[in-house]
């Protein structure tokens, strides 16, 4: 026996009512992204390695799938080389292309490719797969699509406020009301490090941090002290573990934190911008709240930083992030380019969606009506009929296979059952003398004779 076929781990084969969801989340997407002005863009699904390599840092550099030249690649190798077993020397040799990581990187490269043909600032939005050889698991894979909105060219902060209104007009869009929108500063967290006298150890104070709603405030301070912060600065950091109150409440605390940091008070001051434009312009459905927890990659941001999560109650990671980064195209040479931008969790969204039922009842739906097929005459007068109905939009086939006993009638209305078609059109002997046409509810059994002018104005 032949092995049965599968596919590579970290992937995913989606059915048609999982693409038409899938489709469905990305044109909401997509809409908004259009309605804010953001121009589509497209790169390659693989890059130059040099463009990839070392733009993620080690970790990220392993997780980069590796193209391997066509041809004899192995006969340009020197002995040395092969027979050194390096990794760093055999790679460039072997692999000069990468599947992309994400879609920051290569619009990175794109931007400066084209700077001369650009407008800024320059908004753009790319829908499109990366792919990243990590350990699979449950909502992590190996494949999987990027939906990001960012703006180059401009440090206003009023690209932040329309971000925010972005994220609350799509999430109001799928209908996926009570999101919170977790905003802070990567200069607030700089001016915290600052006040506790832990500058040079900025990453592992907010990795721990990080952790405080999930650990707990003792176990975030023992952790603190394995990385070599002083006693003296924790007792420094204890308002933040006691930080409560709305936005305003919170902003006013982090003032005495962070009097004699002036990069912390620049944070503050941008948040305060943000914040109270949001409170004059109103989000529809979704709620901003300041997180002084929040990180996300800290190497990369420079300013604002955006983290979504699902309604309460629901068990889900972040559904969306990004933020302010000052220095995008800088790894390729265009320097002082500020941008900001934010990213759609795709995979976690259809979850949530699925979990609360809000994917609508029509999305599935795909053929609308199908006629039966009993052989070739009455085949032919429902062709011209499905033709005619696809021409006023509507989704119609015919089977394709005569019906030449009673047991393959069932078998096509079986087939319109599991293909949850709502109608069938039944054009036997009889229905084809009158020029009528037989139109069954699957749903309801009902039964109406009907001329095609009446077939269509039912199915409408």
Same mark, same amino acid.
Request: charged content about 30%.
């Given at each position: 026996?032949?092995? /049965? ?29 259009? %309605? ?60 000069? /292309? ?18 001369? *043909? ?39 902060? +009023? ?12 999430? &109001?869009?799928?209908?996926? @009301? ?27 104070? #907010? ?44 902003? @006013? ?6 009097? #004699? ?31 002084? #927890? ?34 995008? #195209? ?5 320097? *002082? ?6 990213? +759609? ?32 005459? @009455? ?30 009638? /069932? ?9 949850? %078609? ?11 003398? &009158? @020029?009528? +046409? ?13 001329? +095609? ?8």
């Amino acid at each position: 026996m032949a092995q /049965k076929p599968s596919i590579p781990k970290g992937t995913r084969d989606f059915n048609a009512e999982e693409v038409a969801k899938r489709s469905y989340i990305m044109e909401t997407i997509k809409a908004q992204f259009q %309605i804010f002005g953001f121009q589509p863009i497209e790169t390659p699904s693989f890059e130059n390695s040099d463009t990839l390599m070392g733009k993620y840092g080690d970790e990220g550099d392993r997780l980069i799938f590796k193209i391997l030249n066509s041809g004899e690649f192995l006969k340009k190798i020197s002995e040395d080389d092969y027979s050194s077993k390096s990794e760093s020397k055999l790679t460039p040799k072997i692999s000069e /292309k990468a599947l992309r990581y994400d879609l920051t990187v290569p619009f990175a490269r794109y931007v400066v490719q084209h700077q001369n *043909d650009i407008e800024f600032p320059f908004k753009r939005y790319q829908i499109q797969p990366v792919w990243r050889a990590d350990r699979p698991q449950k909502g992590r894979f190996r494949e999987f699509f990027q939906c990001d909105a960012d703006v180059v060219g401009s440090k206003s902060l +009023f690209q932040e406020v329309e971000f925010v209104q972005l994220y609350d007009a799509v999430f &109001s869009a799928l209908k996926l @009301e009570g999101v919170t929108i977790k905003i802070n500063n990567r200069k607030i967290l700089s001016g915290i490090a600052e006040v506790i006298g832990a500058q040079d150890k900025l990453i592992d104070f #907010t990795v721990a941090l990080d952790k405080l709603d999930k650990i707990g405030e003792e176990k975030v301070k023992e952790e603190m002290r394995g990385k070599g912060i002083s006693e003296e600065g924790i007792e420094k950091l204890q308002p933040l573990f006691t930080l409560k109150g709305d936005f305003g409440d919170q902003i @006013e605390s982090l003032k005495t934190i962070l009097s #004699t940091s002036e990069v912390g008070l620049k944070g503050i001051d941008e948040l305060e911008f943000i914040n109270t434009a949001i409170l004059t312009l109103e989000l529809k459905t979704a709620k901003l709240q300041l997180d002084v #927890t929040l990180a996300r990659g800290l190497n990369y941001y420079t300013g604002a930083i955006f983290e979504v999560s699902a309604p309460e109650g629901v068990k889900m990671g972040s559904i969306g992030g990004g933020g302010r980064y000052d220095d995008l #195209t800088g790894i390729f040479g265009l320097k *002082d380019m500020s941008g900001v931008g934010i990213s +759609f969790g795709l995979d976690r969204i259809y979850l949530v969606l699925e979990e609360l039922g809000l994917f609508p009842s029509t999305i599935a739906e795909s053929t609308k009506v199908l006629f039966i097929n009993f052989g070739d005459k @009455e085949a032919m007068y429902s062709l011209g009929a499905v033709t005619k109905l696809r021409r006023a939009n509507i989704k119609a086939e015919l089977f394709p296979d005569a019906a030449v006993s009673g047991k393959q009638m /069932k078998k096509q209305m079986n087939y319109a059952n599991r293909r949850n %078609i709502p109608f069938v059109v039944i054009m036997g002997d009889e229905e084809l003398k &009158s @020029e009528i +046409f037989t139109l069954k509810d699957m749903i309801s059994g009902e039964q109406h004779k009907v001329d +095609f002018e009446a077939l269509l104005a039912l199915l409408k």
